[in-house]
Each structure stands twice: as structure tokens, then as C-alpha cells.
Nanobody, 126 residues
Framework: QVQLVESGGGLVQAGGSLRLFCAAS????????MGWFRQAPGKEREFVAA????????YYPDSVKGRFTIARDNANNTVYLQMNSLKPEDTAVYYC???????????????????WGQGTQVTVSS
């Protein structure tokens, strides 16, 4: 198990940017595929981004592709999510998650992830 702590959420106007951070304790993140997910009220948790252990491969759903960028710093056990051109529909609680290195995890299957942070709220006003 690895403990994850997200930070960086907040309130931003549409068109603005935010950068989310995910820090891990106890174990090195380099052993894991890392992902970001989000959940809006009344909706299921959905995939936002994932990154391979080395950081060379990333995946995004069409809803955020070209606007969001996931990156990792294995030396500092940190994962980032840069969010640009934010829209009101991006409003949600954002979760960082860690998974064993599988293709299905990298492609965004939330069922592969068994380590989750507590979430950070992102609110985009119109």
C-alpha cells in the first residue's frame, strides 16, 4: 500500500489553469502506474489521465486531451496534473491513484487502482 496526498485544488474562472500535486509517502512511486480521476456530484468517478512508471507514456480521454498534462518526478515521489483552459464541466473532486503496472491501468480502468488519495476539490466558475 502507498499513501497518496493531493493538493493544489481551488476555485478558478473558466479559461484559467490549475496544477494539482500528488505526493506519496512510505514507498517509491516509480513502481506504479499513476493516474488522476475525478468525480462530480451524482456522477461516477471518471478517468482523467495516466502515466507509465518511466513517464514516457501517457493517456487521456478525449474530454481533457490537449488541455491537461500529467507528469511525474520519481526522484521526489510526486505526480502532477497541469490543467489548462478549464471549463465549468471540469468541476469535480480530483483523485490521485496508484496501480500495479498494467496496460489496463495505463488506459484508465479505475478498477486496476487500489491506492487512492483523499481528493482535492476543483471548481471552475463560468
Amino acid at each position: 500500500q502507498v499513501q497518496l496526498v493531493e493538493s493544489g485544488g481551488g476555485l478558478v474562472q473558466a479559461g484559467g489553469s490549475l496544477r494539482l500535486f500528488c505526493a506519496a509517502s512510505q514507498r517509491t512511486l516509480s513502481n506504479y502506474v499513476m493516474g488522476w480521476f475525478r468525480q462530480a456530484p451524482g456522477k461516477e468517478r471518471e478517468f482523467v489521465a495516466a502515466i507509465s512508471r518511466s513517464g514516457e507514456t501517457t493517456y487521456y480521454p478525449d474530454s481533457v486531451k490537449g488541455r491537461f498534462t500529467i507528469a511525474r518526478d520519481n526522484a521526489n515521489n510526486t505526480v502532477y496534473l497541469q490543467m489548462n483552459s478549464l471549463k465549468p464541466e471540469d468541476t469535480a473532486v480530483y483523485y490521485c491513484a496508484a496501480s500495479r503496472p498494467t496496460w489496463t491501468a495505463l488506459r484508465g480502468s479505475r478498477y486496476e487502482y487500489d491506492n487512492w488519495g483523499q481528493g482535492t476539490q476543483v471548481t471552475v466558475s463560468s
